[in-house]
Every structure is written in structure tokens, then in C-alpha cells.
């Protein structure tokens, strides 16, 4: 039996989640609506102020979508009700950030500036000018807003230079020494 997947999940107050046909669920909070339509095989009940999924037999790809189908159905809880955000640091001699209006500027020792436009339902806040914080309700949204800030500039193992995530380590190498 899937650990995750049997799971109940507890809808807080002040959430509301409705089941419709083929799996399309969706779950309504204090912060916003959000929508997905979920793999039809599971069945997705509510009982009471919680949602139960289960699954109609034991192949593995039934087992695989179980824990999957119920992680997906929380993260939706989870974002109206308390949202997410990644925090990102820019790292390097010259390498800032701007925002204006909901784009960002980045300036990372390219010849041209960077310019990227939030998507929708995805927010930069910018804490000075080397603090990125991306937020909003959709999980999926978020962290691939996020990775696709990172990509512009991967941080390098030598100095260390270039867009991290805040929690992220980077390895550290030693750099070339000269002849003895």
C-alpha cells in the first residue's frame, strides 16, 4: 500500500474542494482558485472535512499515480491556503536585479541585460538588488519559475558566481595553482 498515497488529506476552514467529472478538481481558499484535473483511474472521495484517494488495483503504475494523485491534490490545499515561494540570490561583482512593473531585470555579465515577465500567478518580490523572492499559490508554477531565473545563470564551482537558490550548497573547487 502506497505510504503517501493513503494518506487522508484535511481541507483547513475556509477551503472549499469540489470533485467534478473525470478528476477535475478544484480547490477554491483565502488566497486564490486553483484547478487540475487528476489521473481518472484514482478515486478521489471527500468524506467529511477530508479527501480520500484510493486506487482500483495493484499494478505499479496504479501504485506510482496513488501517491502522486494525492501529493498533487495537497500542494493545491497547501498553495491556496498558505501559498509557496523560493528565495534566489545573485552572486557576482556586477550581477543585480531590477523589477519594474512584473519584470524583472538581471544583470549578469552578459553584453544585454535580461529581461523576464512574470507569468501569471507568479510574483518577484526583490529584497535590495541581490534578494529574489518568486511566490504564488500554483507549487508546479513557482518552482519552475524559479529554475527558469536560475538557468539564466548557473552559479560556477570556482567563485561561485552566478543565480543559487538560497538553501542551495555549491560545491567549491580549487582553482589552477602555478608551476612549483
Known amino acids: 500500500m502506497s505510504r503517501i498515497g493513503r494518506l487522508p488529506i484535511t481541507i483547513p476552514a475556509g477551503v472549499t474542494v469540489e470533485i467534478a467529472e473525470n478528476n477535475k478538481v478544484t480547490v477554491k481558499g483565502p488566497k486564490g482558485t486553483l484547478e487540475k484535473e487528476l489521473p481518472i483511474e484514482m478515486e478521489i472521495k471527500q468524506e467529511g472535512d477530508q479527501i480520500v484517494v484510493t486506487r482500483p488495483n495493484d499494478l ?29 540570490e545573485v552572486n557576482g561583482v556586477g550581477y543585480r536585479a531590477a523589477k519594474s512593473g512584473n519584470k524583472l531585470t538581471l544583470s549578469l555579465g552578459y553584453s544585454h541585460p535580461v529581461e523576464m515577465t512574470d507569468p501569471e500567478g507568479v510574483e518577484t518580490v526583490l529584497e535590495g538588488q541581490n534578494k529574489i523572492t518568486v511566490q504564488g499559490i500554483d507549487k508546479e508554477k513557482v518552482g519552475q519559475y524559479a529554475a527558469e531565473i536560475r538557468d539564466k545563470r548557473r552559479p560556477e564551482p570556482y567563485k561561485g558566481k552566478g543565480i543559487k537558490y538560497a538553501d542551495e550548497v555549491i560545491r567549491r573547487k580549487v582553482g589552477k595553482t602555478g608551476k612549483k
Open 60 to 88: 505499479k503504475k496504479m501504485k506510482s499515480l496513488h501517491g502522486l494523485t494525492r501529493t498533487l491534490i495537497n500542494n493545491m490545499v497547501v498553495g491556496v491556503t498558505e501559498g509557496y515561494k523560493k528565495v534566489l
